[in-house]
């Protein structure tokens, strides 16, 4: 399992949707997340199941999260996410 402890300033945002090869769960310790077009409000809870491509993440506050991940965290990034 890997783990990580991310903040980010207001306006960070990813680049393009997200594929990870295993599951990954966060944890939403303080400000808000949004993915797509699904915000989030610390706290909170979501996980992406492995193989998903998630929406591009984006906040427009300080955000602090816990990501963990059942294997080692990689990124594959795509143009869209599938229908």
Not at 13 to 25: D, I, K, M, R
Not at 32 to 55: I, K, L, S
């Amino acid at each position: 399992m890997a783990a990580r402890w991310p903040s980010a300033p207001p306006g960070w945002c990813t680049p393009q949707p997200e594929l990870h090869p295993n599951v990954q769960e966060d944890i939403l310790l303080e400000g808000e997340v949004v993915f797509g077009e699904t915000r989030y409000q610390a706290p909170a809870y979501f996980c992406f199941p492995a193989n998903d491509v998630h929406p591009a993440a984006r906040t427009e506050t300080v955000f602090t999260m816990i990501v963990t991940c059942s294997g080692p965290f990689a990124v594959k990034y795509h143009d869209a996410v599938p229908e």
